[in-house]
């Protein structure tokens, strides 16, 4: 007589003389494990979306824990400080492996899983750093760093799009289908694997990179954050993966903080991508509380880790990890863990501004784009600060829209030559009843022989008349000339600015006193 065990359309036969030989059966969950003295281990698999794992546990002394990460740039900013951070905790005994890929979804990862296209950073137990750390190195496939090592943890990352707008059909697929590699890359030794949600785009744009904020959210922080929880949710209760952290709610909350009053990018280095300093501290900081303390013992708060570098520069935003910032980050990590799905709140919130408001609108933080602009306006919504206004902005192209976010100069380039935007007109939505005493638009001329005239009006009358603006030289070609309209004191009504070109222009900062009542 012959035995034969079936489970979802894959079977193994099992004789007598098998079971008397040892043969023993274990339900692993997601698979049977048969094994028997002398022979092959053989494993009948199935596609349970249920995890199985227990949760994450101190590991043996003398052992090493092994961690794979997958993922693009924001799973390299979430693990960038951790060896440098266990090195100055005197732990020794882990070793990490990054798969990377700028940009990539996991399914673009599982697409090419077989295939050299990724960066392999590379972390050895007891080393001062990363030994390989190297994005533009793309000679490694993630087949073969997953048979590099028997790991005890995977965490994957999946892009911010798809993070934004949920699965396809085909990525649920291919994430379901690289989880089950990796569970049978090593039957015996399953590991845990971890899902974790990565960080909002910046409130503040900068150049392209983080325009997906306004492309799908209106510029609604906020509406992105819920969005990417929704696809955690999903992730977790429909596949099987076994935990899951989120680091867009640890930088959510760090950027409540007073770390974040007067960040030029909303705790990021360049809209996208994490602060060089404390907002990647922060998210190591999750990382380290929630995969390695089970395993190590150690706790978060043993860390007195430092990290110097400053730099407030768009693209290069920096902000060191020291005594004052390091237990701000470390509170934000640990909000995360205890509160997932919320965010929690660090400062206090200021109160509604009142008297006289001071206030300013940097435009290269916010996206124009005039191409396709329902009924011609394109619209902007609560911006500028200290209390956000929305805007209505609108243009007539000579050819073709022009429009260059030049974040590097803090301005924008309105207009090229043939292709000038001719008017150009910004009017506000909600100062309706505000006392408007100055207005202020920083600007300067593209080309000598065709200069830019700016007018501003006020509740529908014209404070400033149109006026000629100086063209832009290296000396003020990150602030360009000031114009003002100067309004009274009893002014009121939405604020309207037209400049009127036949070139090109640049537009630096708008400046409004107003008395809030």
């Given at each position: 007589?012959?035995?034969?065990?079936?489970?979802?359309?894959?079977?193994?036969?099992?004789?007598?003389?098998?079971?008397?030989?040892?043969?023993?059966?274990?339900?692993?969950?997601?698979?049977?494990?048969?094994?028997?003295?002398?022979?092959?281990?053989?494993?009948?698999?199935?596609?349970?979306?249920?995890?199985?794992?227990?949760?994450?546990?101190?590991?043996?002394?003398?052992?090493?824990?092994?961690?794979?990460?997958?993922?693009?740039?924001?799973?390299?900013?979430?693990?960038?400080?951790?060896?440098?951070?266990?090195?100055?905790?005197?732990?020794?005994?882990?070793?990490?492996?990054?798969?990377?890929?700028?940009?990539?979804?996991?399914?673009?990862?599982?697409?090419?899983?077989?295939?050299?296209?990724?960066?392999?950073?590379?972390?050895?137990?007891?080393?001062?750093?990363?030994?390989?750390?190297?994005?533009?190195?793309?000679?490694?496939?993630?087949?073969?760093?997953?048979?590099?090592?028997?790991?005890?943890?995977?965490?994957?990352?999946?892009?911010?799009?798809?993070?934004?707008?949920?699965?396809?059909?085909?990525?649920?697929?291919?994430?379901?289908?690289?989880?089950?590699?990796?569970?049978?890359?090593?039957?015996?030794?399953?590991?845990?694997?971890?899902?974790?949600?990565?960080?909002?785009?910046?409130?503040?744009?900068?150049?392209?990179?983080?325009?997906?904020?306004?492309?799908?959210?209106?510029?609604?922080?906020?509406?992105?954050?819920?969005?990417?929880?929704?696809?955690?949710?999903?992730?977790?209760?429909?596949?099987?993966?076994?935990?899951?952290?989120?680091?867009?709610?640890?930088?959510?909350?760090?950027?409540?903080?007073?770390?974040?009053?007067?960040?030029?990018?909303d705790l990021s280095r360049d809209g996208t991508h994490s602060d060089y300093g404390v907002t990647r501290f922060c998210e190591s900081?999750?990382?380290?509380?929630?995969?390695?303390?089970?395993?190590?013992?150690?706790?978060?708060?043993?860390?007195?880790?430092?990290?110097?570098?400053?730099?407030?520069?768009?693209?290069?935003?920096?902000?060191?990890?020291?005594?004052?910032?390091?237990?701000?980050?470390?509170?934000?990590?640990?909000?995360?863990?205890?509160?997932?799905?919320?965010?929690?709140?660090?400062?206090?919130?200021?109160?509604?501004?009142?008297?006289?408001?001071?206030?300013?609108?940097?435009?290269?933080?916010?996206?124009?784009?005039?191409?396709?602009?329902?009924?011609?306006?394109?619209?902007?919504?609560?911006?500028?600060?200290?209390?956000?206004?929305?805007?209505?902005?609108?243009?007539?192209?000579?050819?073709?829209?022009?429009?260059?976010?030049?974040?590097?100069?803090?301005?924008?380039?309105?207009?090229?030559?043939?292709?000038?935007?001719?008017?150009?007109?910004?009017?506000?939505?909600?100062?309706?009843?505000?006392?408007?005493?100055?207005?202020?638009?920083?600007?300067?001329?593209?080309?000598?022989?065709?200069?830019?005239?700016?007018?501003?009006?006020?509740?529908?009358?014209?404070?400033?008349?149109?006026?000629?603006?100086?063209?832009?030289?290296?000396?003020?070609?990150?602030?360009?000339?000031?114009?003002?309209?100067?309004?009274?004191?009893?002014?009121?009504?939405?604020?309207?600015?037209?400049?009127?070109?036949?070139?090109?222009?640049?537009?630096?900062?708008?400046?409004?006193?107003?008395?809030?009542?």
């Open positions: 007589m012959t035995i034969t065990l079936l489970r979802d359309g894959e079977f193994i036969e099992v004789s007598p003389e098998d079971l008397k030989s040892g043969l023993k059966v274990e339900d692993k969950g997601r698979y049977f494990l048969f094994s028997m003295p002398g022979k092959d281990d053989v494993v009948l698999g199935s596609d349970i979306t249920m995890p199985y794992n227990p949760p994450l546990r101190r590991i043996e002394a003398g052992g090493t824990l092994d961690i794979l990460c997958i993922g693009n740039s924001l799973t390299a900013d979430a693990v960038e400080h951790l060896p440098r951070m266990l090195k100055g905790m005197g732990i020794g005994n882990v070793n990490i492996d990054v798969i990377y890929h700028g940009g990539w979804s996991l399914l673009n990862h599982w697409n090419n899983f077989r295939n050299t296209k990724c960066s392999r950073y590379v972390y050895e137990a007891g080393n001062d750093d990363w030994t390989e750390f190297n994005p533009n190195l793309l000679d490694d496939c993630g087949a073969d760093v997953l048979a590099l090592r028997e790991y005890d943890v995977v965490t994957l990352q999946d892009d911010t799009r798809t993070n934004c707008s949920g699965w396809s059909e085909e990525g649920r697929t291919a994430f379901l289908e690289m989880v089950d590699c990796i569970q049978h890359a090593r039957p015996a030794h399953r590991p845990s694997i971890v899902y974790f949600a990565p960080h909002c785009p910046a409130a503040k744009l900068y150049t392209t990179h983080n325009t997906i904020l306004w492309e799908l959210f209106d510029g609604d922080q906020g509406k992105c954050f819920e969005a990417f929880l929704a696809q955690m949710r999903e992730v977790t209760s429909r596949t099987p993966v076994d935990l899951f952290f989120s680091n867009a709610t640890a930088v959510q909350n760090l950027r409540t903080s007073e770390l974040n009053e007067n960040h030029p990018l900081a999750l990382f380290f509380q929630y995969v390695l303390k089970p395993f190590l013992g150690a706790d978060i708060s043993e860390c007195r880790y430092a990290f110097g570098k400053s730099d407030d520069t768009p693209g290069k935003c920096s902000t060191p990890v020291d005594d004052r910032t390091r237990p701000i980050a470390v509170e934000a990590a640990l909000n995360a863990l205890k509160t997932p799905f919320e965010v929690t709140r660090m400062s206090e919130e200021k109160p509604p501004v009142e008297g006289l408001v001071n206030y300013v609108l940097k435009l290269c933080d916010y996206p124009i784009s005039l191409e396709d602009a329902p009924g011609g306006v394109c619209t902007i919504k609560k911006a500028g600060a200290p209390a956000g206004i929305d805007w209505e902005v609108s243009g007539e192209a000579h050819d073709k829209f022009v429009i260059l976010n030049g974040s590097a100069n803090g301005r924008y380039k309105i207009g090229a030559n043939a292709d000038y935007v001719d008017p150009f007109v910004m009017k506000t939505s909600g100062l309706a009843g505000k006392k408007i005493s100055k207005v202020s638009v920083w600007m300067s001329s593209g080309v000598k022989e065709k200069p830019s005239r700016v007018s501003v009006s006020v509740g529908g009358r014209e404070y400033l008349p149109p006026t000629e603006a100086a063209v832009s030289t290296t000396a003020v070609k990150n602030t360009g000339f000031e114009y003002s309209a100067d309004c009274g004191s009893s002014t009121e009504g939405e604020v309207e600015i037209t400049i009127r070109s036949t070139a090109a222009f640049y537009i630096y900062k708008i400046y409004i006193d107003y008395e809030q009542e």
